[in-house]
């Protein structure tokens, strides 16, 4: 088989192997003019009947290298001709984008590319969006995350497909191949003259360190990289899965609310490695896209330590603070606006507690009780304590939204609604309390028990919520 075959063959299979193509799909081929993105292209532009995609190409102009960044455009103007593919150009001026924004120029072209790509995928419904990594790009990017001193998710490199839809065909693909690949189809390509320069780290990698590396230690280097970024993929997913479903038994009860919350008690007793990606986790949620380098996570597991209101700035605007044994993200607007909220009452509570409600000016007090023998007072209402099953309980402000079981059938009704129809006067209603556990009302304190948790002939333990006066 030659190497045209053998590289067609290789990225049918990584395409198929991890899922990175579905029928009926639209694919936009990112294409610099280079030889990995040309043979991407061609290859991609072969396989597009078999496996039923329509392509695109994107070319960003990134005006950093005049006449030579022109021509690189018309290049891919012309190929994409050639091969009766559409192609969408566009020039942007990458030096004042990264002095604005203060960025490198590789991290600057690199957010006005992925920019356009998303402009592009939103106006013409494209799905996946393809970029030419190959695994001499994987090697090259795990040396230098070693260098930078990563932990296992470095390791990893770079990942086949990602979430927001961006896939690699060319990932299991070397350079040398992509080059034979080019000859032996007479595709010619753009070379930009500036990867010969060892300004930057990535080329000084690829020109000096790699080969020296193949020369004295390891003809195999790069695939040996590629095992290791493999291998530490496998371990990196089984931890984050771990810490996934820890952080949904950690976090605070109302998860479609924010800030964000994580118990500190509780996340002080797990692994500082899976605590950091439980951490991870919930400042992503708060606020989308806040990478947190090891040194932010270092300084939250200092915050931890300190007393409420203590409070920690943090990449992208995300504010981390330490509220009564929690510990909340959120960005700096939605603080702003939390910290204004003085009707908001939140609290872990359990059994033999005693809450005092500062502006209701009440006392709230629960207690177990043997159902089969205890009455309850006026002032009182019981649950089912052992429905409970041991959840954590919490006493908190009535949330827009809230829902609780009203019927024997399961049926809910708003508790917006349920105090409406209770007649309770609007200036009353934000100072309502629930008990919940969860996302899941309990009881409307002082008013109303979930049909789910009602005593019945069978209940032995009963939960009493007692509610009264600071002198009662």
């Known amino acids: 088989m030659n190497n045209g075959n053998s590289v067609l063959k290789k990225v049918f299979e990584t395409v198929c192997e991890h899922n990175m193509i579905n029928r009926g799909e639209r694919i936009l081929a990112a294409v610099s003019g280079g030889a990995d993105s040309v043979c991407m292209l061609h290859v991609l532009n072969a396989l597009k009947t078999s496996l039923g995609f329509s392509i695109y190409c994107a070319h960003l102009n990134h005006g950093l290298r005049g006449e030579a960044a022109d021509r690189d455009e018309r290049f891919v103007v012309e190929l ?31 957010v006005l590319r992925y920019e356009f790509f998303d402009e592009l995928s939103k106006r013409h419904r494209i799905e996946k969006i393809a970029t030419a990594h190959n695994k001499n790009d994987n090697a090259e990017t795990v040396l230098m995350r070693v260098f930078r001193g990563t932990g ?15 896939i690699r065909p060319l990932l299991d693909t070397r350079r040398y191949e992509i080059e034979e690949y080019c000859r032996e189809n007479n595709l010619s390509f753009c070379t930009d003259e500036t990867n010969n320069e060892n300004e930057y780290t990535r080329n000084k990698i690829r020109n000096e360190l790699l080969p020296y590396l193949a020369e004295n230690f390891n003809s195999d280097i790069v695939d040996s990289l590629f095992r290791l970024s493999e291998n530490a993929k496998e371990d990196g997913e089984f931890l984050s899965g771990y810490a996934r479903r820890l952080y949904e038994r950690l976090r605070g009860p109302i998860s479609s609310k924010k800030p964000v919350m994580l118990h500190i008690e509780s996340l002080s007793m797990v692994s500082r490695s899976i605590a950091s990606r439980v951490v991870r986790i919930a400042a992503d949620e708060a606020v989308k896209g806040a990478k947190l380098e090891k040194k932010h996570i270092d300084d939250i597991f200092i915050l931890m330590t300190k007393e409420t209101g ?47 409600v ?7 007090y629960l207690k177990t009780e043997d159902a089969r023998t205890y009455k309850c007072k006026i002032n009182e209402q019981a649950l089912d304590y052992d429905k409970l099953g041991g959840r954590v309980l919490f006493l908190r402000s009535r949330r827009d939204g809230d829902r609780m079981v009203c019927f024997s059938d399961g049926r809910t009704k708003k508790i917006k609604n349920i105090l409406i129809d209770g007649k309770v006067p609007r200036s009353d209603r934000d100072k309502i309390l629930l008990l919940c556990t969860g996302d899941e009302v309990l009881a409307i304190v002082g008013s109303r028990v979930s049909e789910k948790y009602k005593t019945t002939k069978e209940t032995e333990r009963a939960l009493v919520i007692r509610y009264g006066d600071i002198d009662e």
């Open 80 to 110: 994409c001709g050639k091969l009766d593919i559409p192609v969408f150009t566009k020039t942007v001026d990458v030096r004042a984008f990264a002095e604005k924004e203060k960025l490198t120029l590789e991290e600057a072209g690199r």
């Open 152 to 166: 296992i998710d470095g390791l990893c490199g770079i990942s086949y497909r990602r979430e927001d839809g961006v």
């Open 310 to 356: 203590a409070r920690l700035s943090l990449p992208k605007g995300l504010v981390a603070e330490v509220q009564y044994g929690w510990l909340t993200f959120s960005d700096s607007e939605q603080k702003i606006k939390a910290l204004a909220d003085d009707k908001f009452f939140f609290t872990e509570v359990s059994p033999g507690d005693t809450v005092f």
């Open 358 to 364: 500062q502006n209701l000016e009440k006392n709230i």
